[in-house]
């Protein structure tokens, strides 16, 4: 299984997207400070989670999300799924 999730700092509502075969470990790497985007950031908690079974779906979802000029997609998809 690999995942798409979505990381936001809430204090100045910036957001980290990225994907992974072990959420769990990748989490744990940012929250410790060990990935350099995120360290800069202070991204610290995870609001979004997407499953897929390929690698290569879960990173091309990555790169389109990336792609959004807007974080109104982004706010919308969290939103979203909160209310699911």
């Known amino acids: 299984m690999f995942y798409l999730y ?3 700092n ?11 075969s072990n959420l769990e470990r990748r989490i744990k790497e940012h929250l410790r400070g060990k990935t ?5 950031l202070k991204t610290n908690k995870l609001v979004y989670i997407e499953k ?7 990173r091309d979802r990555e790169k389109k999300l990336k792609s959004y000029k807007s974080k ?3 706010k919308w ?4 799924n909160k209310s699911s």
């Open 77 to 80: 998809l969290i939103e979203r």
């Open 10 to 20: 809430e204090n100045d509502d910036r957001f980290y997207i990225g994907s992974t």
């Open 36 to 40: 350099r985007t995120t360290r800069v």
């Open 72 to 74: 109104k997609y982004i």
């Open 6 to 8: 979505i990381l936001r």
């Open 52 to 58: 897929y079974k390929t690698e290569k779906e879960a």
